[in-house]
């Protein structure tokens, strides 16, 4: 627990922006939809909102009060279904009527972490298919500016992974989570700097084979290992549930 308090922070920026399609507002502040019709549930449960809160803004600031009295983290906000980003500047001036936000306890994190690093190497895969077939009908120049915006997406799983302290999976034989970290980056490292040195090319059927054949199946070989992380999570989480009933 000492271990992830120090981590809370940056933890709480960070699963504010979990990488999934996010639909955000127009604009989302006081309006007559906002009195006594607005619904506002938090795991699941009904809240109770002091009468001056009626924007968006201060609708999440008790939210995030709420949770964390209860020592966890506002992970997740919808407004009238759709996700909001909760890393950025809310918007204004949009009628609603009903607010979902959910809370994860700082137990959760790692697993959290772990299931938002597959999310993002899913979707790093399938930016990867669609460059390597964009770039064979583009010249070298447009197909250098794909590959280029492509390397982001290649990025943020291993940055997702960098905020999970070495005790998330437990002991565990072989290399720590950390020394796995550092080979993940160095292996990163080097395949995109393959694969940028092929994009010069003038022929980009060799840079789709690079993406095909470099890139592709290092997302796989980590998607494979996320999934091994994440159902050893999910088995360390059972476990304490099952404890504490037993209790």
């Known amino acids: 627990m000492a271990v992830l308090g120090r981590f809370q922070p940056e933890l709480a920026r960070f699963l504010h922006k979990r ?70 500047m809310l918007p204004t001036q949009r009628k609603f009527a009903r607010v979902e936000a959910e809370t994860i306890g700082l137990s959760e994190v790692p697993l959290q972490l772990v299931r938002t690093a597959l999310l993002q190497t899913i979707e790093a895969k399938t930016q990867v298919l669609s460059a390597a077939s964009l770039v064979v009908i583009n010249d070298p120049s447009c197909a250098r500016e794909i590959w280029w915006n492509l390397v982001r997406a290649l990025n943020q799983p291993v940055l997702t992974l960098s905020l999970m302290p070495d005790s998330a999976l437990g002991p565990q034989p072989g290399a720590s989570l950390t020394q796995l970290r550092k080979w993940q980056l160095q292996q990163l490292a080097a395949i995109l700097k393959d694969v940028d040195n092929t994009a010069w090319s003038e022929d980009t059927t060799a840079l789709s084979n690079a993406l095909e054949t470099r890139v592709m199946p290092w997302l796989q070989g980590l998607e494979t290992s996320l999934e091994l992380w994440r159902d050893t999570l999910l088995g360390a989480v059972d476990s304490v549930l099952v404890a504490r009933h037993q209790a």
Do not use: C, K
Request: overall charge neutral; hydrophobic content about 50%.
């Open 19 to 88: 990488q999934v399609q996010l639909t955000m507002h127009p604009e989302l502040r006081n309006s007559a939809s906002t009195g006594a019709d607005l619904t506002v549930m938090l795991d699941g449960q009904a809240v109770a909102l002091p009468a001056e809160r009626r924007s968006l803004a201060a609708i999440r600031a008790y939210l995030e009060i709420l949770a964390l009295e209860q020592q966890r983290i506002l992970f997740s906000l919808r407004v009238d279904g759709a996700r909001i980003n909760l890393s950025a």
